[in-house]
């Protein structure tokens, strides 16, 4: 059905199905939770790899300069040397998890979408 406006009498534009269906599928758009969850994870991680490393380089240091020695101390120091290296290959190895799972994550998805009602709580078994 068209219409007019009525001071003018110009008729307005039909709205096509085509149109109304954008309209609707704008309006239907919801964020990617996952995709925020992603990156809050990413961004933890990264903190926790700086002060991990710098508590670990506080360490070192201090027993570079002489704090410590003996036998115990050079055991001692060897374990804080491989645990360092551990813990800096996990946090690398989680962060680039979060980057590969971050790529190719649209900004918005349709609000059935599993990653529109995503929730970063604990999703394994006991």
Known sequence: MKTSDPETGTPSPEITDRETDVET?????TR????????ATDK????????VSGAFDT???????GAWEGPRAETWFHELRRQRAEASTDLDAGIHE??????????EVEPD??????????????
């Not at 933890?44 to 002060?51: I, P, S, Y």
């Not at 360490?59 to 300069?65: A, F, I, K, Y």
């Open 44 to 51: 933890a991680l990264r903190a926790a790899e700086q002060a």
């Open 32 to 39: 990617n939770r996952y995709k925020d969850a992603l990156r």
């Open 98 to 107: 979060c980057v590969q799972a971050l790529h190719g994550q649209p900004e």
């Open 113 to 126: 979408d599993w990653r529109a009602t995503w929730s970063p709580v604990y999703r394994g078994s006991r």
């Open 25 to 29: 599928v704008s309006a239907a758009i």
């Open 59 to 65: 360490v070192v240091d201090t027993l570079s300069d």
